[in-house]
């Protein structure tokens, strides 16, 4: 999808959503606090701001022809064809006022699962707007749907991974090689995860365990697998770029 290395004169830039033919949405999130955070089209060779108006946009995550974005204490959808942003669900929707809405995935039927980090829980909002809370977890932040599962990883030292069961968080694995875990993906039996206070992005399964694919890094976030080329693409938040990790063979 991405063939460069770098993507220069992204501002914060937080997540990413591949969308096919070459091209991907980042979420910008500009200077913090303030309402500049921007969606970005970026393509092999350009890039170009096609939502404006935001806070803080974080998450990314499609249904249909829609794109759900995170920001601060609400939910925005984003029609693909025609860019325009609109409040999905709103503070006063949630049973409990969101304190810093975080990471978002979609189940196949529209549920959505989305992180608040600070308030230390995990929302599943139903196709109707209807808001739950799924379970309470230590600082949650990576959100990943896969088959009747959800995955999160935790933002803390070192992070933790978990899957729901029954509305109830089960520890999978204690990383040693990733603290402040940021983004989350699982591709077969094998999860990536990002450590934005680590600096590292690291793959683990039971079978092989826990192998750092790449170090050194500079803040790294919400992390996506592109199927397209068969690498992780992971924006480093402070610096302002795309780093592209080629992607070995993982256990399927």
């Not at 794109?67 to 959808?77: E, P, S």
């Not at 025609?82 to 978002?104: C, M, R, S």
């Not at 196949?108 to 608040?116: E, I, M, R």
Request: aromatic residues 10%.
């Amino acid at each position: 999808m991405i063939g460069l290395l770098f993507l220069l004169s992204l501002v914060h830039p937080e997540s990413i959503l591949p969308l096919g033919d070459h091209r991907a949405i980042v979420s910008s999130i500009g200077e913090f606090n303030q309402n500049d955070g921007t969606l970005v089209m970026v393509t092999d060779s350009s890039q170009k701001v096609v939502v404006t108006g935001l806070r803080d946009p974080k998450g990314l995550a499609a249904y249909q022809s829609w794109i759900f974005v995170t920001d601060v204490d609400r939910i925005w959808r984003v029609h693909r064809s025609t860019w325009k942003a609109e409040i999905y669900v709103g503070p006063k929707d949630f049973p409990e006022p969101p304190q810093f809405l975080n990471d978002i995935t979609a189940a196949p039927d529209g549920t959505l699962y989305v992180s608040d980090t600070f308030r230390e829980k995990i929302f599943q909002i139903l196709p109707n707007k209807e808001i739950r809370i799924l379970c309470d977890a230590d600082r949650p932040n990576g959100v990943f749907f896969d088959k009747d599962t959800l995955y999160f990883v935790t933002f803390t030292k070192p992070a933790e991974l978990y899957r729901v069961v029954h509305g109830q968080p089960e520890k999978l694995y204690t990383f040693k090689q990733v603290d402040g875990g940021d983004g989350l993906w699982k591709i077969g039996k094998t999860f990536v995860v990002s450590g934005f206070q680590s600096g590292t992005v690291v793959l683990w399964s039971r079978d092989r365990g826990e192998q750092v694919l790449a170090g050194g890094l500079i803040t790294p976030a919400d992390l996506v697998f592109d199927a397209e080329n068969h690498q992780i693409i992971v924006p480093l938040l402070q610096v302002g770029r795309l780093r592209v990790l080629p992607l070995p063979n993982v256990d399927h």
